[in-house]
């Protein structure tokens, strides 16, 4: 690669170079403030190089498309809002809150190289750099009760999908000879007979990338690294971990159509339908809310999988409007919720909930017009969201599949509808309020998830601009 | 432009109504009020306005019609649009909604701002379901409406709130979702014979729907419809959801959001599926009279009030369906009688039911009795509106019900005639429950029960002379009804002429007149 390709890696380079700058300001001891501000920094000149317009960069390992700077852009995005909601969050804890900006800018790294990879070799760079620093961020609380275990949990089984990930890629590049996603695309579908060695292959790729995703039947640790991990590390393992897996699925199955080969759709579909059944049921007992969004995000990325099976000329368009719509749903509430935990514990029981609306009627509203978005429901985002995957399924004939995704939404009302009651029912004669620790931050993450809310409404009311936008940039 | 008006007076109001109540708790009611009273004057003027403008023997389009782009690359507009129909409905709307306003005034005394916030919503979404010819738009309101209503329920209901609302909400929602799926696959179906992309509803009637799945298509709206309304096997959530609201809430879903799967059922079913509609006509015939029967029956054993007028409009509703069955001009224009009279008589059932639990704080008839000669003006409003229920002359639901039967009566005699054994079973239900409140042993602990006040006796002066002018004068309502109901029917009576000859279209000569 010439140096002068670097330049189009510009956004990495942005995101390691902030995680190393942030390393030496850890060396002469800044402040807390000091470091949480260039971290958002770093962010916001990552997101203001991606708006600039430039040409489709292609090389070995990396693609530089409209696509992959989109789930970047979304990627970097989320990152901004989980430090927001950081700085409060972590500043009460006893640990060190420094080092933790050093490694979600790493993770992010992760995520972000993940969007631009069509290789193998970059795939797998990306999900280590990715993993390697999550397993630190899981159990940066290491004297909370949950926070060992979940990092462990996620250790093992991590590295467990690694290999199988890397032996999928193994058996593929042996059939095929080459760990490029057109190129084995292409040469499977010159193939008249599917050899069993790439269906294997496929099916342990799928084990890798359905453990980063936690669809059924790889959803197990789930529940678990959720209810361990802090809030705003929760909050990064279901929108940006997830977002990077995400676009490798759309990329190696959607964007070079193998996703309509027999087998792999087969595997696809069981894997849609289970996922969006158990995510739901498992979902509805739950009194924890943490475990509650675990399970909710295993039925989404079943939705998800849905709109990757339906593809069609613009099915990638409906998948990633769906993954933005999400991610500003999920991120407004886990907003809400980290801004609720004290210093002690975090706000992951039903009960934390009771009676907000009365105490707290916009914090209330935040997180009422956030589930309403994840159930569904007109006049918010997250209904067109779900129009668009009932309409491409629809358009290409997958009953089972819709039928499928109206019961599990259906049983998905029940606990958001759950959440939504436990807001408005009598407070029960709550303890004096505790005292606002840091009133100026706040503010200023109550103003950034009130605009998200509001977001999710203006897109829900008046989608017409996201999706001719999105539109341009997939086509 | 006006109908947007309605709605955007109606949405402002609400968030108004919400925002200021914060700072003065009893602006919040009067914001409501307010609001809904411009709404029903801007409806009352658009009716003596348009009221010559119908023409009687042709179906002559909208009377009025707004439409702009919405979601362009899916072809969704923002298409509102008025006829004789939905200006009926509207009226109805905020005529009920300002009834139920003012039985709230005292009621509510817990969260007034977020309340009268919802209740002013849940009107806006159900005029926008019944202005909205943009299938999109329509699934749109369907649901708005839901939201607050599910709230009204939930947070202002009695004992079993959380219970009753869950259920409320998850059978709308899921036969809600039923019916997008429907909306979409006659979406596709429509762009892959005409090539071009539309929920709009005038487009989509004109194309000729000729597919395998359109049976399907129409079995979907049907039953999104028919929960709503409520027909036989889905009617579960309707009992605990009337008696666990509060008193606005029950007059708001009996009166009205009933309404609405009635208004499907005419507006989309008849007009988009005129063969699938015969097909599967035989199933809701008689699933209407076992609702007929099985409602009446039902209401028969209840001992809580609330619920036993809950069940006397499954009963009602079943008459709905076996009219809109029929495909018979004179049943149909019982049908929407019958929507209006039941609205009115129910909602003011429904209110003295409130009244009653607001002094013995009980909705237990078995706890009631004797109630006459303390509260007589009571006694016989209830008595008036219990007769209004079982279908005596000279009130409104005996005009609807009559033309149901008689329109009905044509084409099926037999379920007809078992239908109208109703009738029989309504006055016995109806007579039982003024026997159990109003007359009897008076019980002691109801000295201090007062008589209706001033505030309460508007709201039932204004009904009880709305029930008895439908049922004297119904002429202007079926005049306007009459080219709506007419278009509704134009593809089934064209299918029944190209089947048989014999039957010609049927024409009631009492319909012409003017």
Known sequence: ?475 | MILVWLIIILMSGGILAWICGYFLTHLSKWIALVSCLISLIITGRLWFDLYNRIDLQNQTGWLMEFSVPWIKPLGITFHLALDGLSLTLLLLTFFLGLAAILCSWREITSKQPFFYFNLVWVLAGITGVFLAMDLFLFYFFWEVMLIPMYFMISIWGSERRIYSSYKFFLFTQASGLLMLLAIITLYFIHAHTSGYYTFDYDQLLTSSLKSNYSLFIAIGFFIAFTVKLPLFPFHTWLPDAHSEAPTAGSVILAGLMLKTGAYGLIRFVLPLFPTEAIQISDWALMLGVISILYGALQAFGQTDLKRLIAYTSVSHMGFIVLGVFSFNELALQGVVLQMITHGISTAALFILAGFLKERLHTRDINQMGGLWSLAPQMGSIGLLFAMASCGLPVLGNFIAEFLILLGAFQLHPVYTSIASIGLILSAIYSVRMMQKVFFGEVQNDHVTFHDFNSREKTIMALLTIAIVFVGLYPQPFINMLQPSIKSSLKLQTEIKNSNSNEISPQKGSIIHHK
């Open chain 1, 1 to 475: 690669m010439p140096a002068i390709d670097l330049i189009k890696l510009m956004p990495l380079i942005i995101t390691s170079s902030g995680a190393l700058i942030i390393m030496l300001m850890l060396a002469v001891r800044s402040g807390h403030k000091t470091v949480e501000i260039a971290c958002l920094l770093v962010y916001s000149i990552g997101l203001a190089y991606l708006s600039k317009p430039t040409f489709v960069f292609e090389d070995n390992l990396f693609v530089v498309d409209g696509f992959g700077k989109l789930f970047m852009g979304l990627i970097l995005f989320s990152g901004l809002i989980i430090t927001f909601i950081s700085y409060a969050y972590f500043n009460e804890k006893e640990e060190n809150p420094k080092v933790y900006y050093v490694l979600l800018l790493l993770a992010t790294l992760g995520a972000q190289t993940l969007c631009i990879s069509h290789h193998f070799i970059s795939l797998f760079l990306g999900l280590e750099i990715l993993s390697m620093a999550l397993y630190a961020l899981i159990a940066y609380l290491r004297t909370r009760n949950y926070a060992i275990e979940a990092g462990m949990k996620y250790l093992i089984m991590a590295a467990f999908s690694s290999a199988f990930l890397l032996f999928g890629m193994a058996l593929i590049y042996s059939e095929t000879g080459t760990m490029d996603f057109a190129a084995i695309a292409n040469i499977i579908k010159l193939q008249s007979k599917i050899s069993p060695y790439l269906i294997m292959g496929f099916g342990l790729l799928m084990v890798g990338a359905g453990f980063k995703l936690s669809i059924v039947p790889f959803h197990l640790w789930a529940a678990d690294v959720y209810q361990g991990a802090p809030m705003p590390v929760t909050a990064f393992i279901a929108t940006i971990s997830k977002g990077g897996m995400l676009i490798i699925l759309f990329r190696l199955l959607g964007l070079t159509r193998l996703i309509s080969l027999t087998p792999i759709f087969t595997l696809m579909l069981i894997i849609a339908l289970a996922s969006m059944l158990v995510g739901n049921l498992l979902a509805v007992r739950q009194r924890n809310l943490k475990r509650i969004l675990a399970y909710s995000s295993i039925a989404n990325m079943g939705y998800l999988m849905a709109a990757l099976l339906s593809i069609d000329e613009d099915g990638l368009q409906t998948a990633t409007l769906y993954t933005m719509i999400y991610f500003v749903a999920l991120l407004t509430a886990f907003g809400v919720l980290s801004m609720l935990s004290t210093k002690e514990r975090d706000a992951d029981d039903l009960n934390d909930l009771k009676g907000m609306f009365w105490q707290k009627p916009l914090m209330a509203s935040i997180m009422t017009v956030s589930m309403l978005s994840l159930a569904g429901i007109p006049l918010t985002a997250g209904f067109i969201g779900k129009f668009y995957i009932l309409k491409s399924g629809i358009d290409t004939g997958q009953w089972l599949l819709m039928f499928t995704l109206i019961l599990a939404s259906i049983i998905g009302l029940f606990y958001y509808l759950k959440i939504i009651v436990a807001l408005f029912t009598e407070a029960p004669s709550s303890a004096a309020v505790p005292e606002k620790g840091h009133p100026v931050y706040y503010f200023i993450n109550l103003v950034v998830m009130f605009l998200l809310t509001i977001s999710l409404v203006v897109l829900g009311v008046y989608p017409q601009q996201l999706i001719s936008i999105l539109h341009t940039i997939l086509s």
